[in-house]
């Protein structure tokens, strides 16, 4: 347990029924907060709450639509108590901060006693509240690569409901524009779209090397439909959350495109 915002519940449920419970705030390994990394990277430790996450310099300098990202998990009060590791191993399909770590290209440092190792964060989420996590491991820490200079991102979290709400859908996506005015690199991923954070490669790839226009980013767009399966809900029927896919997937591009030009 990191800080027990998910597995309380789901004991109280009855949904894991554990033998034991370890508890992981003192252990050395997982603190650390966030911290740029030589290379211009940025390095969060497991135990960083988002709060923490949210507010710390390292992670504004680093992507200011990270910090905003931590910033639009649920209240004040459970951001206090939630980890950014605890978010990401817990693996709801509807958090908001694996599609941003997936379009920044994050990765997991994860430890057992065999060793560590590195899972890419598209390759994390394999099912239904379900990670790559192998039992005897814990996560360190989510490792983000430098960004290339001109890199925007943005997320965009469509709350029909109320503000401290989990997604109805949402969408991360990272664009960078080459001195040739063509998308040179595009990374877009999709969070409550499906039973795992979605990353949207047949969008990538229909803009990857263009140019960009209205008209493109709106034909790349629909192909987000073909790449989401969600789920119906309280939140909306999987048809209405697949055309909000569409919807916000256009609009989190055509602001990049804005900003970009
Ligand atoms: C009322 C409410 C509203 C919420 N709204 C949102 C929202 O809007 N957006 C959003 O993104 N999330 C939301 N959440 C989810 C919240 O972000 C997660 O519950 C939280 O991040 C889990 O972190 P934790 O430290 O509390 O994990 P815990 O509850 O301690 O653990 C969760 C799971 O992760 C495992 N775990 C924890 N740390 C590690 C580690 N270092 N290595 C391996 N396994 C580990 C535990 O064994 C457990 O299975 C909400 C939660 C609540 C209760």
């Given at each position: 347990?990191?800080?027990?915002?998910?597995?309380?519940?789901?004991?109280?449920?009855?949904?894991?029924?554990?033998?034991?419970?370890?508890?992981?705030?003192?252990?050395?390994?997982?603190?650390?907060?966030?911290?740029?990394?030589?290379?211009?990277?940025?390095?969060?430790?497991?135990?960083?709450?988002?709060?923490?996450?949210?507010?710390?310099?390292?992670?504004?300098?680093?992507?200011?639509?990270?910090?905003?990202?931590?910033?639009?998990?649920?209240?004040?009060?459970?951001?206090?108590q939630?980890?950014?590791?605890?978010?990401?191993?817990?693996?709801?399909?509807?958090?908001?901060?694996?599609?941003?770590?997936?379009?920044?290209?994050?990765?997991?440092?994860?430890?057992?006693?065999?060793?560590?190792?590195?899972?890419?964060?598209?390759?994390?989420?394999?099912?239904?509240?379900?990670?790559?996590?192998?039992?005897?491991?814990?996560?360190?820490?989510a490792?983000?690569?430098?960004?290339?200079?001109?890199?925007?991102?943005?997320y965009?979290?469509?709350?029909?409901?109320?503000?401290?709400?989990?997604?109805?859908?949402?969408?991360?996506?990272?664009?960078?524009?080459?001195d040739?005015?063509?998308?040179?690199?595009?990374?877009?991923?999709?969070?409550?779209?499906?039973?795992?954070p979605?990353?949207?490669?047949?969008?990538?790839?229909?803009?990857?090397?263009?140019?960009?226009?209205?008209e493109?980013?709106?034909?790349?767009?629909?192909?987000?439909?073909?790449?989401?399966?969600?789920?119906?809900?309280?939140?909306?029927?999987?048809?209405?959350k697949?055309?909000?896919?569409?919807?916000?997937?256009?609009?989190?591009?055509?602001?990049?495109?804005?900003?970009?030009?």
């Amino acid at each position: 347990m990191a800080g027990g915002t998910a597995l309380v519940l789901l004991l109280q449920q009855g949904l894991v029924q554990p033998g034991h419970v370890v508890g992981l705030r003192d252990v050395a390994e997982l603190q650390g907060g966030a911290r740029r990394l030589d290379h211009g990277g940025l390095q969060i430790g497991a135990l960083t709450t988002h709060r923490e996450a949210e507010r710390a310099s390292a992670v504004a300098d680093y992507c200011p639509a990270l910090a905003d990202t931590f910033s639009r998990v649920a209240t004040v009060r459970i951001r206090n108590q939630a980890t950014v590791g605890g978010n990401l191993a817990h693996a709801d399909p509807a958090q908001d901060p694996p599609p941003m770590l997936i379009a920044l290209g994050g990765s997991a440092r994860v430890a057992s006693s065999s060793g560590t190792r590195t899972i890419p964060l598209d390759e994390f989420f394999v099912d239904y509240f379900e990670t790559a996590l192998r039992p005897g491991e814990v996560l360190l820490s989510a490792d983000l690569p430098a960004l290339a200079a001109g890199t925007r991102v943005t997320y965009k979290k469509f709350l029909p409901r109320t503000q401290d709400d989990y997604a109805t859908v949402s969408v991360a996506a990272a664009l960078r524009v080459g001195d040739d005015g063509r998308c040179a690199e595009i990374r877009v991923a999709l969070g409550a779209a499906a039973t795992t954070p979605v990353r949207a490669r047949h969008v990538e790839d229909a803009l990857r090397g263009q140019v960009l226009s209205p008209e493109a980013i709106k034909e790349a767009a629909a192909l987000v439909r073909d790449e989401v399966d969600p789920l119906d809900d309280l939140r909306g029927s999987a048809g209405y959350k697949r055309e909000m896919a569409r919807v916000w997937t256009q609009r989190a591009l055509q602001e990049l495109w804005d900003g970009a030009t």
